[in-house]
């Protein structure tokens, strides 16, 4: 039922995205594909940190697998579309896999230092082995529209379909998964680790299997932005994205799907408005270079002491629960203040 | 409940899509026409109107490659506002939007998207970097937009049949390092070589130019760095038990520094022979004190400049009675006071000079073609010291350069112009022709 019921809004949406894809121009259908692109990894990223209580600073890692592991199947093997993101899936969760092995074991800060390495080392490899990864100028990755489509097409539009379909796919796998016996046990890890033992739930089996599942979304998300952006290359994957990644999904409303979407749209149109903003006011220099920067700390700032749960927590809160879609909402839902509920355990 | 749910998916689907729309502001396709020869000025293509040219550019304004590198994009602009003041390009003033990639990949893509389908660019200018450009230059050959004048030495924009719409413009590599090398066989015959590199196509290019023309059984010793490690204290530990007389850097300016530094620490001095890229005077004397205070020392930056050994292909800044230079400080003084007056400053005038003569040549109402025809058919020489290498076929530019040797935190010139291919038994010839003087009114002529 709920499946199908997820199922059911997806395709409403799809259309949605298909015809307004169609209305807006081809530089916003460029953004679009962006947004999807980080949706895609914010989404899995917020499910982690959210709902099975583990932190993760170095998510831009797993972004990189899949964008690396999408550019070398379409250089050499020229795979399909579909195989290529499917295979990129495969491979970062694998990675996820290891990696929450050991992650399994961390907790809290020690969590966070472990995945923080992740974020500053892997990168590197890339340099290391310049005949496989293209060192520091990395690997190109294009994409063409099919020719059914017509050569005048515009390609961003279709970038635009590619991603949102992957995306949507995705949150309805998620928000499945959220519901189902995995997603409770998740929470019940999350809440209280000892309780969830006593009540014969496998703590690190579960803790792992969320690891996996966030991996294999920002992999996707990674070989999503290899084929927007055209390329994959170490300077694109530095800690910056990772921490860019957790800003979206906290500033979203942790645990909340929908606050993953709000999270994304700001990561990628907040900077560029904020770029043109001061642009367009003939600042100079130093000036116009650093005020997007800082404009986009005062911007998060705000968010935070306004809407302390998220942007989809504010919203929650000013248009009542009627309206803002409690069944994606991840969190445990309490009716204490929603201050002490935020933030991972 | 289950209603609710549906309808809560749905609306904030739509809420997203309508933040999409809002954010989107009107972005006016323009249509190219042929140019004419008339005396009218009209929208002949993208980004050009009746009064204005917009191009932009995609720049590390901040970030690990800012330091130097954001002076460029300001210092072409300045030029660009003289022009504006003296008649502009057929009357049309030049518009120059340079946005921020923080020398990212990703970013850069996203800005060059935003600067071609949102902002309607009639070409990129000056696009900043080897990673962060070979992320957009795919895009910019495939929609038509000319790529003119890459801020990156790498050969890999010398390729008109996949590339069109792409040119070099300050001397490569591999030039580069055929010139130092050579230099090096002549003067220092007989000595113990090393290599200090950055890993990557910068580096390598360099190299294998030095190859061309140094002896293999002089090189004792190849140490590549990464430029996000800062200590490279293992590879000069290197250079140094090899016994090299003599070390080449083809290295940016901070890793220049690093090397120097890390020299003096082991109490080896070596004959330093550093690329024109890594060896800008004042940005290195800042670097090496500044390096060195975090290291709780004090050193004076000229003091180890002292001696270096580079190359130039721009006039120095020292050669006050050089038309160029006198061109370059009067515009400094009068639009970028602010900024230094070292060889990042020089380096964004000289290409924007380079800009306006490409425009003034393709014509008054040109199409994006006539920039790329314009270019195909040469350019003559401009603040350069050798001649460009534009042709139909060879998208290179700046095909020589001069020796050098740094003296009181100045570049002095120490030979002539030299100027070679990127082949390896292509020649390395003393350039005679003199180099035109700079044009009274600051303007190149159509």
Not at chain 1, 92 to 112: D, E, H, K, M, W
Not at chain 2, 352 to 366: E, I, S
């Amino acid at each position: 039922m709920t499946l199908a019921r997820h199922v059911a809004a997806a395709l409403g949406i799809a259309v949605i995205i298909l015809l307004v894809s169609i209305r807006l121009s081809a530089y916003r259908d460029y953004q679009m594909a962006e947004v999807a692109a980080y949706l895609t990894a914010v989404a899995g990223l917020t499910v982690l940190i959210g709902l099975s209580g583990q932190i993760s600073i170095g998510h831009g890692a797993f972004m990189a697998i899949g964008g690396y592991a999408a550019a070398l199947l379409l250089v050499h093997l020229s795979w399909p579309l579909e195989a290529v993101f499917a295979a990129s899936v495969v491979i970062a969760a694998v990675a996820g896999a290891i990696f929450g092995v050991a992650a399994a074991r961390l907790r809290g800060p020690y969590l966070a230092g472990a995945t923080l390495m992740l974020a500053v080392a892997l990168p590197a490899v890339a340099n290391q082995y310049p005949r496989a990864f293209g060192g520091d100028q990395g690997l190109s990755v294009a994409i063409s529209a099919p020719a059914v489509l017509g050569a005048s097409f515009p390609p961003t539009r279709w970038q635009a379909w590619v991603t949102c379909a992957a995306a949507l796919i995705t949150l309805v796998l998620l928000a499945n998964l959220a519901r189902s016996r995995v997603g409770r046990s998740w929470r019940a890890v999350r809440d209280d680790e000892v309780a969830a033992s006593l009540a014969g739930l496998n703590v690190a089996r579960l803790q792992i299997l969320a690891f996996v599942v966030s991996a294999a979304c920002a992999g996707l998300g990674g070989a999503l932005l290899a084929v927007v952006t055209g390329i994959v290359a170490p300077g694109a994957y530095t800690l910056t994205l990772s921490i860019a990644l957790l800003t979206a999904a906290v500033l979203g409303g942790l645990g909340t799907l929908p606050g993953a979407l709000w999270g994304s749209l700001v990561l990628v149109l907040v900077p560029t408005y904020l770029t043109n903003v001061a642009s367009s006011h003939g600042l100079s220099g130093a000036a116009s270079s650093s005020i997007p920067i800082a404009a986009y700390g005062v911007v998060l700032i705000a968010v935070m002491l306004l809407f302390p749960s998220g942007i989809q927590g504010g919203l929650r809160r000013l248009f009542g629960s009627a309206t803002a879609a409690p069944h994606i909402a991840l969190r445990r839902r309490t009716p204490v203040s929603e201050h002490q509920e935020e933030g991972p355990r | 409940m289950k209603k609710s749910h549906r309808v809560n998916l749905v609306a904030v689907a739509g809420i997203a899509v309508v933040a999409m729309v809002a954010a989107a502001c009107g972005s006016g396709g323009g249509s190219g026409s042929p140019s004419s020869k008339s005396t009218t000025n009209t929208a002949s293509a993208p980004g050009i109107t009746a009064t204005q040219i917009l191009i932009g550019s995609h720049q590390p304004l901040t970030g690990v490659a800012a330091p130097g590198y954001d002076e460029i994009a300001p210092a072409s602009n300045a030029y660009f506002q003289y022009v504006n003041a003296h008649g502009g390009i057929y009357g049309r003033k030049i518009v120059y939007k340079y946005l921020n990639d923080q020398y990212d990949p990703t970013i850069t893509s996203s800005t060059v998207h935003q600067l071609v389908l949102q902002d309607n660019v009639y070409a990129i200018f000056d696009g900043l970097g080897t990673p962060t450009h070979l992320a957009v230059v795919k895009y910019l050959n495939s929609s038509k937009v000319p790529d003119v004048f890459v801020a990156s030495g790498c050969e890999c924009w010398n390729d008109p049949g996949t590339y069109p719409d792409t040119f070099g413009w300050q001397i490569d590599y591999v030039r580069e390092g055929k010139i130092l090398g050579n230099y090096i066989k002549q003067h220092f015959a007989g000595k113990k070589i090393g290599y200090f590199y950055q890993d990557d196509e910068f580096g390598m290019d360099g190299v294998k130019g030095l190859n061309y023309e140094i002896p293999k059984s002089q090189v004792v010793a190849s140490v590549s760095y990464n430029p996000a490690v800062t200590n490279v204290a293992p590879q000069v530990t290197a250079l140094k038990a090899a016994g090299a007389q003599v070390v080449v850097s083809f290295s940016v300016p901070a890793f220049t520094a690093l090397l120097r530094l890390n020299s003096l620490k082991l109490n080896f001095s070596p004959q330093l022979v550093v690329s024109d890229v890594g060896s800008d005077p004042i940005t290195l004397a800042g670097l090496l004190e500044a390096f060195a205070k975090q290291g709780g020392a004090t050193v004076s930056g000229n003091a180890l400049t002292q001696g270096i050994i580079t190359d130039g292909y721009l006039p120095s800044l020292g050669s006050t009675s050089n038309s160029w230079i006198q061109l370059f400080t009067k515009i400094h003084s009068q639009y970028i006071p602010k900024l230094p007056m070292d060889g990042n400053v020089l380096f964004g005038m000289a290409a924007g000079y380079t800009f306006v003569q490409a425009m003034l040549k393709a014509g008054r109402n040109p199409a994006r073609q006539d920039l790329v025809n314009a270019i195909n058919g040469g350019l003559p020489q401009g603040f350069s010291v050798a001649p460009y290498a534009y042709s139909a076929t060879n998208h290179d530019g700046i095909t020589g350069a001069y020796m050098g040797v740094i003296k009181n935190g100045v570049l002095a010139p120490t030979g002539p112009v030299q100027v070679t291919d990127t082949t390896p038994a292509g020649a390395i010839t003393t350039y005679t022709a003199t180099q035109p003087p700079a044009p009274a009114s600051g303007v190149p002529s159509p």
